[in-house]
């Protein structure tokens, strides 16, 4: 005889609202969806760099590259909606300073089965050659937040089991008897079966709260300009490997670029566990916002010289967390732990939008009907 079971999702980004979508289709009779912000994805899932990454991010992680490379056609063919492929991609790899060179990375897209295209004439695509070895077309899309968005609220909508409060911080999380979890939120209190922790850049706040273990993560402070490109260029993306270089990609929820800069993007950056506790959001804040966008310029500037007339015409600014072993080999592991000092309370971080696919299969393992 079946029971019935209700789960609270912490955090409406892409992954909360995906995973709500994912417990319900797993037997749950009732989803509730708790988020801080007035509206649902409006933080990192809005701010980002919109890549669907097809792995060619990751020549120091090849298998980060290959789940890359296979979780594409999974995630453009859910949101096809949303993708956004028509640019041209081109990867160009520095002639100095570069941690690969021209003949890795092309071994590497080959090992992982992501096609490149080696273009003959850079000059044509406005790159100096005394600063690139090499230039490929890849295929690498963009997604539209705004149009993932719609498509994950629309299919909630039909959804009667799925409830969505904004508006609500989650204040803590606590055990109780029964092996139910017991949710602390600004405006009450739940109590679940199942508690899915996805708050991203919040994960260790609300761990901290609960007296639950924290996670070790680290957190920059991230600035990505927009940019409006030259008409020649604005169906054009690019991307500089692999070291302290930039990529400018479409961001189509808003008809700009993003122009980020492995060195000028991040303002600050810190770990958790390391000194005083710091909640991102205070640090987010507190930040003086001061654009290093006249830094980024000069750079690209460098490789592409045209382009010293780019005009910002805006900056986002978001919490960007990842997984401190992530750090060295810039490898994209997602986390998953279940039972993670309560019973029945998982927290979940993504990292890139296209490892949903691998959270949701924990999920099933977890959570599905035996
Ligand atoms: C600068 C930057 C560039 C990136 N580029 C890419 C890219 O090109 N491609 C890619 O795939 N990924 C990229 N990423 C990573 C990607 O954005 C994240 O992996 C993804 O958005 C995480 O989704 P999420 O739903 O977990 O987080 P979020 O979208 O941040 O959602 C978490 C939600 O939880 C809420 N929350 C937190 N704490 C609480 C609480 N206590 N109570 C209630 N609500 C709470 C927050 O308000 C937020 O809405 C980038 C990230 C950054 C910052």
Redesign the pocket.
């Known amino acids: 005889m079946s029971t019935s079971r209700n789960a609270v999702v ?8 995906r995973i709500a979508l994912h417990l319900e289709s797993l037997g749950f009779d009732r989803v509730t969806v ?4 007035p509206s ?14 097809n792995g060619y991010h990751y020549p120091r992680s090849i298998l980060t590259g290959y789940r890359s490379h296979l979780q594409l056609p999974t995630f453009a063919d859910e949101f096809a909606e949303a993708m956004v492929d028509d640019f041209v991609h081109l990867y160009a790899i520095a002639k100095r300073l570069s941690k690969v060179n021209a003949r890795q990375f092309e071994l590497f897209a080959q090992r992982i089965g992501s096609p490149t295209e080696r273009v003959l004439d850079a000059r044509s695509h406005s790159f100096d050659t005394d600063m690139v070895e090499a230039v490929f077309r890849v295929r690498e899309p963009a ?1 539209d937040a705004r149009i993932l968005r719609d498509l994950l609220m629309a299919r909630i909508a039909e959804v009667a089991a799925i409830e969505i409060s904004t508006s ?4 803590t999380v606590t055990g109780m008897d029964d092996e139910r979890v017991a949710v602390e ?1 600004s405006r009450g209190l739940l109590e679940a079966d199942a508690v899915i ?7 260790n ?2 761990h901290r709260r609960s007296g639950l273990p924290e996670v070790p993560l680290q957190h ?1 402070i ?1 600035e ?1 300009a927009l940019v409006e490109m030259p008409a020649d260029l604005k169906h054009v993306a690019v991307t500089v490997m692999d070291g302290p270089f930039f990529s400018m ?1 479409p961001f189509p929820s808003r008809g700009l670029h993003t122009l ?1 800069h492995v060195r000028y ?1 991040p303002h600050r950056r810190w770990r958790d566990g390391e000194g005083r506790p710091h909640d991102p959001e205070d640090i987010l804040k507190a930040s003086s916002q001061e654009s290093q966008f006249g830094n980024m310029r000069a750079d690209v500037t460098r490789f592409m010289p045209r382009l010293k007339r780019l005009e910002h015409v805006d900056s ?1 600014w ?4 990842v997984l401190t072993r992530s750090d060295s080999d810039d490898s994209r592991p997602i986390l998953f732990l279940r039972d993670h000092g309560i019973t029945n309370y998982t927290c ?8 949903i696919y691998d959270v949701l299969q924990e999920l099933s393992v977890a959570y599905g009907r035996q």
Do not use: P
């Open positions: 912490i955090g409406a980004g892409f992954y909360g609202l708790v988020e801080r912000e649902v994805m409006e933080r990192a899932s809005l701010n980002n760099q919109a890549r669907v990454h997604f609500t911080e989650v204040l939120t922790s996805a708050t991203y850049s919040g994960i706040v609300l920059e991230t990505m990609m980020s993007t986002l978001e919490v960007k967390t979940i971080m993504g990292s890139k939008l296209d490892n």
